[in-house]
Structures are given as C-alpha cells and as structure tokens.
Nanobody
C-alpha cells in the first residue's frame, strides 16, 4: 500500500505565498511522474503542475511564473511553492503520483487534499 500525505495549506491574503508538501510512503519500488491538482468550489479537478522523475516540469498557463513544482527523490517528497496568490487559486489541492510498487506494476495514487484559501 502507498500513502500520499499533503501539508502546508491554509488561509492567505492575495499576494501572499504558501508552500505545499507531499510525502509518499509505503511499498514504493520507484516514483515516476508526480503532480499537483486542484479542485475549486463547484468545479472539476484540474492539473496545476507536474514533474517527471528526471525533473522536467509542466504548468498550466494560469500559474506560470507564480508556482514552482519541485521534488526530492531521496525523501520521496514533492513540493509546490505558490507565490503571488490570487483568490482564483482558492481550491483543495491534491498530490498525485505514479508509483511502481514492483518492477512490473504501476498505479496512480492520490493524497487526501489540503485546502488553500486566498482572501482578497
């Protein structure tokens, strides 16, 4: 079994910053792509940013230049540094990881989510 646990959410004023962390644990053979998704109130979940095991990154246009995704493979962690936050960033943020639990088995896992609220 694999667990992803997020931390670092909270309430912040517009223009502020937050850093989300996600720790992976359990029966992990290797961590492949990792990412952060978010689900604003009343809307569908969307990909915010992703990072490969080699460090290549992807961002949606609305967060480019404001958010930075990074990972520490040795610690099995992925981070999302969020700067210049705006009210539209308010959402539940979820960590996602593609995990190999054996050399031949790969599954997708989700964290429980952490609330980010940006006040105007």
């Amino acid at each position: 079994q694999v667990q992803l646990v997020e931390s670092g959410g909270g309430l912040v004023q517009a223009g502020g910053s937050l850093r989300l962390s996600c720790a992976a644990s359990g029966s992990i053979f290797s961590l492949n792509d990792m990412g952060w998704y978010r689900q604003p109130p009343g809307k569908q979940r969307e990909l915010v940013a992703s990072i490969t095991s080699g460090g290549s990154t992807y961002y949606i246009d609305s967060v480019k230049g404001r958010f930075t995704i990074s990972r520490d493979n040795a610690k099995k962690m992925v981070y999302l540094q969020m700067n210049s936050l705006i009210p539209e960033d308010t959402a539940v943020y979820y960590c996602n990881a593609a995990v190999r639990t054996t050399i031949i088995r790969r599954d997708n896992y989700w964290g429980q989510g952490t609330q980010v609220t940006v006040s105007s």
